[in-house]
């Protein structure tokens, strides 16, 4: 989608700003959204799951800091080449501004504290702009004191000796009811710095920073990261922006990789399907490994695989649907009295899905783990002996119901979802213990792997409907199933999945192909209730099996329609309004960007073939 230039008035700023409208940075550690008026709206310190200091996105109340011309303005942005070094272009009535923001990371090297430097420089002309400094800690639920010093102000809880958020500015600042403010005009060739720092010091000058080294230094890791993309196919530049953005999802201290760095952005806009996708979702995350082990993308997978099986030993082999970043279950789900992005009710953080038996996160981990061995990756005795151990629990329970891949909150039922990944978890289990030698029960897996094909291939499959549908004896079509040919567990030209293929896109489009909705929530009591956008991930999926069947170029003409629904900045979310096109849910979004890095391989592939 090219920029498009967004016209602001800063005598009356918009409550809430589409999602297109925002641009990611980070430092594997945290992340935040910068909005085209030059707003940072969200940012959670000191990692992706901690409460938010800024949380404007949610509620215009609840916190940010905005650098932006005091006059109205056009603006728009883009990334620095091969960067995650956000540029916000203001062009106003006086001259041209850029606002450069990027948060401090160096190849092997991990500050102790997250830092966010934002640069103001004038391009032409002469442009007055204004700081704004109005932290709200704790998504705005505790009183938050901003004083100002020497070298800019400090943000604390009154009576806390914890959190601090320092910022250092030349920008003289003046207190105001929410926090700190102030302006200054710069001239051609000008420009000025500040800092954010978490737990900062506020005795020091902007100097101290070393803003233009640091600047430098992110540069230069991020094209050294960059640089071990092995694609140069014909959609080079979306999938280097996804793999910046997943990288983004990344954190650093314990290799984990979150499905969002945001909370409760809605599935639709008023609607009440809001969720807190900061945590390490196993099936996101292994997904998303898989992802950057076919592009020669290892050593996540390195970090990723020794954080999370030195979590299921040490919860004896049990393995759950989701960790915190830090690998606890401290997740429990809670509302908070925001008004939520366009007034869309209730803001919840935690997730209480964190409770649920799923299935197939079992087959997506195992899945990972045999590719990561694949593409050169080492597993220690102990590490696949854990693996085992897991494809053994999945021979033990892949007769019983679960939640499935959406986290239905009602009955457990066989989704077919989940029976395909179990499946795959045998299969793909019985192949990796033989390659690496190990002892385990490779036939009796593959013996109940080819019980399960065979059971699923009928109880899934619906007769009348002439389609596998969402789970067994059931009429409901879920876009979930186009995951089958990819998996292997059947053919992408079998007549039964051709006929499921039509079946869903007949039933489940959403506006314009090749949207797709999950399902049809009419159907379907899963215990939320409430309409949504068009999932992405599935769309994706859609290209993966047309490419598969042999219809490249019906393939490559839904890929080029999705990438179309993606931001200026090539960022994508979890779903789109069918109406519009515009995006919804948490936001960018890995299942989604992974979905288009697959899709394009997959396409490149067959293409080759």
């Known amino acids: 989608m090219a920029a498009q230039p967004d016209a602001f008035d800063p005598a009356h700023p918009p409550d809430f700003k589409p999602l297109d409208a925002y641009g990611l940075i980070g430092d594997t550690r945290t992340a935040a959204l910068v909005g085209r008026d030059g707003s940072m709206d969200w940012l959670c310190l000191p990692a992706f799951d901690s409460p938010a200091v800024f949380a404007a996105l949610l509620d215009p109340a609840a916190g940010r800091c905005c650098i932006r011309p005091t006059q109205p303005f056009r603006s728009w942005q883009r990334y620095e080449t091969g960067t995650n070094i956000l540029c916000t272009e203001f062009e106003c009535a006086t001259g041209r501004a850029r606002l450069r923001d990027l948060m401090p990371i160096v190849h092997e090297r991990r500050p102790h504290q997250s830092e966010i430097h934002r640069e103001m ?4 002309g002469d442009v007055e702009l204004e700081l704004t400094f109005e932290p709200a800690f704790d998504f705005g639920r505790a009183r938050t004191e901003v004083q100002l010093t020497e070298h800019g102000a400090v943000a604390r809880v009154p009576g806390s000796e914890g959190a601090s958020l320092v910022l250092t500015t030349t920008v003289p600042l003046q207190r105001t009811p929410r926090g700190a403010a102030g302006r200054l005009k710069l001239k051609a060739g000008e420009d000025c710095w500040s800092v954010l720092g978490w737990q900062g010091s506020p005795k020091h000058p902007v100097a101290a920073y070393r803003c233009d080294q640091r600047l430098w230094r992110t540069r230069a890791y991020w094209h050294k990261w960059l640089a071990t993309l092995r694609y140069e196919g014909d959609y080079r530049a979306a999938v280097e922006r996804s793999m910046l953005a997943m990288k983004l999802l990344t954190f650093s201290q314990t290799g984990a990789l979150i499905a969002s760095p945001t909370a409760s952005v809605p599935e639709w806009a008023g609607g009440s399907r809001n969720w807190d996708y900061r945590y390490s979702w196993v099936r996101d995350s292994s997904f998303m490994l898989r992802a950057l082990f076919a592009v020669d993308y290892t050593d996540e997978g390195t970090g990723f695989l020794d954080w999370l099986l030195k979590r299921c030993t040490e919860d004896k082999l049990n393995l759950r649907v989701m960790y915190s970043v830090h690998g606890d279950l401290d997740v429990a789900e809670e509302e908070l009295k925001l008004r939520g992005w366009r007034d869309s009710r209730p803001v919840r953080i935690g997730n209480a899905a964190v409770e649920q038996f ?5 087959g997506s981990l195992i899945d990972a783990a045999l590719h990561y061995h694949d593409s050169g990756g080492v597993l220690t005795v102990a590490e696949a002996e854990t693996l085992v151990q897991l494809v053994e629990q999945v021979a033990r329970r892949w007769r019983e119901p679960d939640q499935g891949i959406w986290e239905s909150r009602g009955e457990p039922r066989h989704y077919t979802y989940s029976k395909v990944w179990a499946w795959v ?13 190990l002892e385990a029960r490779r036939e009796a897996w593959l013996k109940d792997a080819k019980e399960l094909q065979a059971e699923l291939l009928e109880k899934a499959f619906h007769p009348k409907l002439k389609a596998f549908t969402q789970s067994y004896g059931s009429e409901v079509l879920d876009s979930s199933v186009l995951v089958m040919p990819i998996t292997g567990i059947i053919a992408a030209d079998d007549p039964r999945f051709g006929s499921t293929r039509e079946a869903v896109v007949s039933r489940l489009t959403a506006g314009q192909y090749p949207l797709l909705y999950r399902y049809d929530h ?11 956008g068009a999932f992405l991930l599935p769309s994706f999926w859609l290209v993966e099996g047309l490419a598969m069947a ?16 993606a931001s200026p ?35 490149e592939a067959w293409q080759a073939g």
Not at 425 to 437: E, M
Not at 552 to 561: G, K, P, T, V, W
């Open 358 to 362: 799923q299935l197939d996160i079992y």
């Open 569 to 603: 900045l090539g960022l994508l979310s979890e779903q789109v309004d069918p109406r519009d096109g515009s995006l919804l849910g948490n936001f960018p979004q890995g299942f989604s960007h992974l979905g288009l890095i697959n899709a394009a391989l997959r396409l």
């Open 121 to 124: 420089e004038c391009v032409s």
């Open 550 to 565: 042999g219809r490249l170029q019906e393939a490559r003409a839904a890929f080029s329609m999705l990438l179309g629904y």
């Open 425 to 437: 978890a045998l299969v793909r289990g019985a192949d990796l213990a033989q390659k690496l030698r």
């Open 522 to 532: 009419a159907q379907v009591d899963d215990g939320v209730g409430g309409p949504e």
